[in-house]
């Protein structure tokens, strides 16, 4: 079926650093490709989103990268702060905002 | 604050009970999903309203069930659980944008026993 995964279930940084957390998708079809960040304790907080017809999109100290060629997806945040440190999922818009989540990567900062 | 309220925020009970969660959507949003949070399954997205009205089924299973009242506020009733119900319970809600901006509560923890 159809599925969201993170190659990388772990990834530790130290503060300032730039963190790369990257997800492979498979359906080809979906409009909208998102991250999402959770805090431990709470629900998932939008990041970013990108649509299917771009590669690159920036926000602020986060830029998501579209390959739509190997249907991979990544979410580069600039700066990393301790203030970072989640579980970062990707996710895609199957349609009305029904969501296919990944499994998620732990982000981890060191001060 | 996403502007979404759950409750309760925990919740134990026994194999075989219902129990019913009760999401109120941010001001204005008219969608409103469930999804379902476990160590095994991970995000899992149950159903969408819109308006009141259904709008989309996932993995949701037959003693689930949901609605959407007049007023918005949308409730997730679980029926027979079982040991493998116990999980995070998410509400979101969401504007008419469809970019898969969700913006979701702090979840109900079901524990099942």
């Known amino acids: 079926g159809e599925s969201v995964g993170l190659h990388l279930p772990t990834l530790s940084v130290q503060e300032g650093d730039n963190s790369i957390i990257n997800c492979a998708y498979s359906?080809?079809?979906?409009?909208?490709f998102i991250w999402y960040k959770q805090e431990s304790g709470k629900g998932p907080q939008f990041i970013i989103d990108i649509r299917s017809n771009m590669d690159k999109r920036q926000g602020q100290r986060v830029t998501v990268l579209l390959n739509k060629t190997v249907k991979h997806l990544s979410l580069q945040i600039a700066a990393t702060q301790p203030g970072d440190s989640a579980v970062y999922f990707c996710a895609e818009n199957k349609g009305y905002s029904t969501l296919t989540f990944g499994k998620g990567t732990m982000l981890l900062v060191s001060p | 604050d996403s502007g979404v309220t759950q409750t309760p925020k925990h919740l134990i009970t026994a194999t075989g009970q219902r129990v019913t969660l009760r999401c109120s959507p941010r001001s204005g949003d008219l969608s409103v999903y469930w999804y379902q949070q476990s160590l095994d399954q991970g995000l899992q997205f149950l159903i969408q309203?819109?308006?009141?009205?259904?709008?989309a089924k996932g993995n949701i299973l037959e003693r689930f069930s949901a609605q959407q009242f007049p007023d918005l506020h949308s409730e997730l009733n679980l029926s027979s659980l079982e040991l493998g119900d116990s999980a995070l319970y998410f509400c979101a809600s969401s504007g008419d944008r469809n970019t898969g901006e969700l913006f979701f509560g702090e979840g109900s923890r079901l524990t099942v026993l």
């Open positions: 359906n080809s079809a979906s409009d909208y």
């Open positions: 309203y819109y308006n009141g009205e259904e709008r």
